[in-house]
């Protein structure tokens, strides 16, 4: 097999991820770069790092754990190869923050509104 073939593209929309990701340590940053990079390279990422989000219309989130800290960072899928970065949060209770689901909703829908500009001008 081909070493650096990769199945998917993980990308930003805008500067919602960015923000998130100025803000944490070097090495959650590390771990984070680490996980896209697994995500990019394996043809069928566990569960552990990539899993779908329950009745959220094509929402996943990507799974980041450092020691005890527990990160989570939206994401969805355009064209099927292409991971499309919404927002992220530290994760500090049991259930994921419904504001933050609805933020990552939020940033799909507004992606898609301007795709379908861009591609209809």
């Not at 990539?50 to 939206?74: A, P, T, W």
């Not at 969805?76 to 530290?90: C, K, P, R, S, W």
Request: hydrophobic share 35%; with cysteine; proline share 2%.
């Amino acid at each position: 097999m081909y070493k650096n073939q990769k199945y998917r593209k993980v990308t930003f929309f805008k500067d919602y991820f960015q923000n998130f990701f100025d803000k944490q340590s070097k090495k959650v940053k590390a771990k984070i770069v680490w996980t896209f990079d697994l995500v990019e390279d394996l043809q069928r990422v566990p569960e552990a790092y990539l899993k779908h989000i329950e009745n959220s219309d094509g929402l996943y989130e990507i799974r980041v754990q450092l020691g005890s800290g527990i990160f989570r960072i939206f994401c969805f899928f355009d064209q099927g190869q292409l991971v499309v970065l919404t927002n992220g949060f530290q994760k500090k209770t049991q259930k994921t923050p419904k504001k933050e689901i609805e933020l990552a909703i939020k940033i799909k829908e507004e992606y898609e509104s301007e795709k379908t500009k861009f591609n209809d001008s």
